[in-house]
């Protein structure tokens, strides 16, 4: 089992920053894939960015590319997502997740064997 906990959502204007944050415990946090996924109202769960476990390789929904930086620690057992240029069209749940794989990045839901429980980002116009 691995327990993932997200912090750091919250309400900011348009053009903002937010960083948030995914602690896990339990199971061995490097042999996970994580990724952070979103969901909007009336739409379905996506995936925003993703990375390996050793940090080397990462994935960027078209939408986020060149505005949101997904890091990990893995001394930690934590992984951020650093997102800028914020837009009122990143309002949404954003949930941290974890993928028991070694293979290639991954990035539909699916495919992820963990999830946190969310943390809300609105952004403001």
């Known amino acids: 089992q691995v327990q993932l906990v997200e912090s750091g959502g919250g309400l900011v204007q348009a053009g903002g920053s937010l960083r948030l944050s995914c602690a896990a415990s339990?199971?061995?946090?490097?042999?996970?894939?994580m990724g952070w996924f979103r969901q909007a109202p009336g739409k379905e769960r996506e995936c925003v960015a993703a990375?390996?476990?050793?940090?080397?390789?990462?994935y960027y929904a078209d939408s986020v590319k060149g505005r949101f930086t997904m890091s990990r620690d893995n001394g930690k057992n934590t992984v951020y997502l650093q997102m800028n240029s914020l837009k009122p069209e990143d309002t949404a749940v954003y949930y941290c997740?974890?993928?028991?794989?070694?293979?290639?990045?991954?990035?539909?839901?699916?495919?992820?064997?963990?999830w946190g429980q969310g943390t809300q980002v609105t952004v403001s116009s």
């Open positions: 990375i390996s476990w050793s940090g080397a390789s990462t």
């Open positions: 997740a974890a993928d028991l794989w070694f293979g290639s990045i991954r990035h539909a839901p699916r495919e992820y064997d963990y």
């Open positions: 339990g199971r061995t946090f490097v042999n996970y894939v």
